[in-house]
């Protein structure tokens, strides 16, 4: 089929919660992209930071062709071999104890909120309940993560929400140190502010909750599905700040593509889920695990992170250079290869004219474009990348 045919059938079958861009990809190579017509892209937005070994990894295509032939699904009822190794794998190489999988992101703040509110009704009574997040976070698209999304929009139409969430202002310590209480029974936080537009949390911001959060014994987590596994720099984001959280939620890059969700806690909040409290049908099955543990070794044995740190600062300093070149770029934010750059236009002009130059970047909060390249993308496919964005901010009338 090509792209018009697709298209069509999608416009007739699928419902409409996707504002879809015309494009059907069909055939992916690292950061390579091919559409239904035959015209090649380099994929700076990776799925939203899914594809953080490229499109169609080796290893992991191997893991889960080996794995498809073995073993698909069976149950929770039993112990999953790449299920254990994978629990294993993310519990020595992070300050977590113990893991949860599921399927999403949303479904691993699911469980974290679940946790939470479990840890505080036996640890501490009934009326411990209140979950704290900040305005412009992105936790997810079921009603209690829409809820803990600290943006309106996304709750719009889907009232009655669940009781006992409350919103800060981001990166506010002052703010947190009035919102804290008995009362708060989580912190729940994005480390950088993905969705939210790239938005960095400060030292003093993360160390200032993480004291508050002991004071009033609340949970500190983070969510970190989209700043895991490596796209910051570090393995996980929490590492740039000299905390630990207690819960952390994975999803995104996790499986190197393939779906796959995980809540990992520490210390006395591991211990907390007991027999029937949370399951998941799908969660941790053999296929996703054999993927995200293909996926994890490729990237912890394969030194990814360091590179991608060594390509993330090329990326920036490119993107600076535009940014003291044209006067609507207003900053350039980010760390590792989670890079925004904040314009006084909107975005989506830049966004459509890459496209059409074989360049895909997206755009968040309107004016933010975001760069979310593979974790593996060569310093010569970043120069391309900066080539076309010139080229195409040149074109800009503002
Ligand atoms: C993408 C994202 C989610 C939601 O993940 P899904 O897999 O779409 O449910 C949650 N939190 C953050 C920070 C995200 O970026």
């Not at 952390?248 to 990992?264: D, E, Q, R, V």
């Not at 350039?332 to 970047?361: F, H, N, P, T």
């Not at 755009?363 to 080539?387: D, K, N």
């Amino acid at each position: 089929m090509n792209t018009k045919e697709i298209v069509k059938l999608g416009d007739k079958y699928l419902m409409r919660n996707y504002g879809r861009i015309q494009l059907a990809p069909v055939d992916g190579d690292g950061a390579q992209l091919w559409d239904a017509d035959g015209k090649e892209y380099l994929d700076f937005v990776s799925g939203i930071a899914v594809n953080a070994l490229g499109h169609c990894n080796l290893a992991v295509v191997d893991a889960i062709c080996d794995q498809a032939k073995k073993l698909i699904h069976c149950s929770n009822l039993y112990y999953i071999e790449p299920q254990v190794l994978l629990a294993k794998m993310l519990v020595e190489n992070s300050v977590m104890d113990k893991v949860f999988f599921c399927n999403s992101g949303a479904e691993a703040n699911e469980a974290a909120i679940k946790l939470a509110r479990k840890y505080a009704k036996v640890k501490h009574g009934p009326d411990k309940v209140e979950i704290i997040t900040a305005l412009n976070s992105f936790h997810g698209r079921t009603l209690a993560t829409i809820t803990a999304t600290g943006q309106p929009k996304y709750q719009k139409n889907f009232e009655p929400l669940p009781a006992g969430f409350k919103y800060v202002p981001f990166n506010d310590l002052q703010a947190m140190t009035e919102a804290v209480g008995p009362e708060t029974c989580a912190v729940m936080l994005e480390p950088i502010q993905g969705e939210g537009g790239v938005n960095l949390a400060s030292k003093e911001y993360i160390n200032g909750v993480r004291k508050l959060c002991r004071k009033f014994g609340a949970l500190m987590i983070f969510d970190e599905v989209q700043t895991g596994i490596g796209r910051t720099g570090r393995l996980f984001a929490y590492e740039h700040y000299s905390v630990k959280p207690d819960i952390i939620t994975l999803a995104k890059a996790l499986g190197g593509g393939f779906p796959i969700g995980a809540m990992l806690a520490r210390g006395e909040a591991a211990r907390v889920f007991q027999p029937g409290d949370h399951a998941s049908t799908f969660g941790g099955n053999p296929l996703a695990c054999a993927a995200a543990l293909a996926a994890l070794e490729e990237i912890i044995e394969g030194e990814v992170v360091e590179y991608t740190n060594a390509v993330g600062e090329i990326l920036y300093s490119e993107l600076e250079k535009l940014r003291e070149k044209y006067d609507y770029v207003k900053e350039i934010r980010g760390k590792g290869l989670l890079i925004g750059m904040e314009l006084s236009i909107d975005g989506k002009k830049i966004v459509d004219a890459c496209q059409e130059k074989g360049l895909l970047v997206n755009c968040v909060g309107g004016h933010v474009l975001r760069f979310i390249p593979p974790l593996t993308v060569s310093s010569t496919e970043v120069r391309q990348a900066i080539g076309i964005l010139d080229e195409v901010m040149a074109g800009i009338k503002v």
